[in-house]
């Protein structure tokens, strides 16, 4: 009785996790998937992730992810103070030859929305379209519940979906501009002005770590 007491204490540390708004986004290259996840904490926190089994994590910023003993699954420390929002960042890629179905789960509470650059297609029951994004094109979901398989078809990436002709360092000053609005917790209502913000977001993310 001692031991499943402890059990659900130690589950219950992860379930009580503080994750807020998770974004995901999906690239291909017709043969492989490029995935970059960012979460958004209240004052910090702990939560798990679940990566596919075939996925190589590529990079995280903003907290630790230790490799748990079963396959796939990630437990996250991010650091952060009462009150304030913190930031975590996990990439990861896998061989990927479209059309494919991608199957995956999500470990935490709070919204989930997805984005798929212009030239990728997606389909599944559980995503619920918020439209397109008028500048790159790129379709944006918010997932259903907390399991998913999704059918992925085309290739394509959202850095090369920048207007062509207008400078990289000209974007950057307007994507900072926007970056704080995705904080203010507000705007979690309001869907594909939310998701539009989400896009400015990770593409300055991924921006910063390729300088």
């Not at 907290?63 to 960042?89: L, N, P």
């Not at 000053?173 to 539009?196: N, S, W």
Request: with cysteine; aromatic share 8%.
């Amino acid at each position: 009785m001692r031991a499943i007491l402890l059990a659900f204490c130690a589950l219950s540390i992860f379930a009580q996790d503080t994750v807020f708004q998770h974004m995901i986004l999906f690239e291909s290259s017709g043969t492989d998937l490029s995935v970059s996840e960012t979460f958004m904490a209240e004052g910090g926190g702990k939560f798990q992730v679940a990566l596919p089994k075939d996925a190589t994590l590529a990079g995280t910023r903003g907290g630790t992810a230790v490799k748990d003993a079963r396959t796939g699954i990630y437990s996250v420390t991010v650091a952060g103070q009462q009150g304030q929002e913190s930031r975590f960042d996990i990439n990861w890629t896998m061989p990927f030859v479209v059309p494919e179905e991608l199957s995956g789960r999500i470990l935490h509470s709070g919204p989930v929305r997805m984005v798929f650059p212009k030239d990728v297609k997606a389909s599944g029951t559980m995503l619920e379209s918020n439209g397109v994004e008028p500048t790159t094109q790129s379709s944006i979901y918010t997932l259903k519940g907390k399991t998913y398989k999704i059918m992925i078809d085309g290739a394509g990436t959202l850095r090369s979906q920048r207007p062509q002709g207008q400078p990289e360092e000209e974007q950057g000053p307007r994507i900072e501009q926007i970056l704080p609005r995705i904080y203010d917790r507000k705007y979690l209502v309001l869907g594909l002005t939310a998701a539009i913000l989400v896009i400015g977001f990770i593409l300055n993310y991924r921006a910063s770590i390729k300088e």
